[in-house]
């Protein structure tokens, strides 16, 4: 990756994250027998308790389509239940079963521990240099919107 433009290294480096974020996740997660999807949802609605699925949609940035797919399958497992509202009857809620909920405890803390557990191995000034280099790029990404809008209706 060395001699690579900065936004290629960047980008390149981003996509490394999210893949050994996303596999380490499956692995620490494993005895859910939940996909790293599945599991997204299901942290969702553990701190929301009950979601539009239009909302959850939005939220996970996946088709209404592959939402319902992912709720099928949950939903077959007894951890979620849909209901329908009584105001329009198009909406569709969906929640965590008790039961999940009983057995399973809020999966936030859990993903917050695994993080927790990586850290460990680090230094407190790797770990400060981590979220200042998070947080600078996080703040680069804000303030670069209004000239990436520019620069699109200019063209």
């Known amino acids: 990756?060395?001699?690579?433009?900065?936004?290629?290294?960047?980008?390149?480096?981003?996509?490394?994250?999210?893949?050994?974020?996303?596999?380490?996740?499956?692995?620490?997660?494993?005895?859910?027998?939940?996909?790293?999807?599945?599991?997204?949802?299901?942290?969702?609605?553990?701190?929301?308790?009950?979601?539009?699925?239009?909302e959850l949609s939005a939220a996970l940035q996946v088709s209404p389509a592959a939402v319902s797919l992912l709720l099928n399958r949950l939903e077959e497992r007894g951890l979620i239940l849909r209901s329908r509202s009584k105001e329009d009857k198009r909406v569709v809620y969906v929640s965590l079963t008790e039961q999940f909920q009983r057995s399973h405890g809020t999966l936030e803390s859990n993903v917050d521990h695994y993080l927790n557990l990586l850290l460990r191995e680090a230094s407190d000034r790797e770990v400060q240099t981590m979220i200042t280099g998070l947080e600078a790029l996080k703040q680069l990404l804000v303030d670069g919107e209004a000239m990436i809008s520019k620069h699109v209706a200019d063209q």
């Open 1 to 54: 990756m060395k001699g690579m433009p900065a936004g290629e290294l960047i980008m390149a480096l981003l996509k490394d994250i999210n893949t050994k974020m996303e596999q380490g996740l499956k692995n620490y997660f494993s005895n859910y027998g939940m996909s790293v999807t599945q599991l997204a949802v299901v942290t969702l609605l553990g701190k929301n308790e009950r979601m539009k699925q239009t």
